[in-house]
């Protein structure tokens, strides 16, 4: 069982820029595809961005360009980079770990003000 512990959620005006982390309980080359979604109220959890463990990255439609998704295996670690922020993008944010079973952080809330 693999715990993913999520940080730097926060309040951010639109333009402005935040960093989200995500610690692992295990190595992060023990999962494949680790990534981050979110979920605003009233909505259905959605992709942001994954990270393979051989770097490939995937972004939704609607961050790409704004996000940046790494890994940093030495310190078992997962970051999002998030710059330009959009009211939209006020969401809580869920750290993903996979290894053939799915594995959810707690989430961390980012509210963005215009």
């Known amino acids: 069982q693999v715990q993913l512990v999520e940080s730097g959620g926060g309040l951010v005006q639109a333009g402005g820029s935040l960093r989200l982390s995500c610690a692992a309980s295990?190595?992060?080359?023990?999962?494949?595809?680790m990534g981050w979604y979110r979920q605003a109220p009233g909505t259905q959890r959605e992709l942001v961005a994954t990270i393979r463990k051989d770097d490939v990255t995937t972004y939704a439609v609607g961050v790409k360009g704004r996000f940046t998704v790494s890994r940093d295996n030495a310190k078992n670690t997962v970051h999002l980079q998030m710059n330009n922020l959009k009211v939209e993008d006020t969401s809580v944010y869920y750290c993903y770990g996979w290894d053939y079973n799915d594995y959810w952080g707690q989430g961390t809330q980012v509210t963005v003000s215009s």
């Open positions: 295990a190595s992060t080359l023990s999962l494949p595809i």
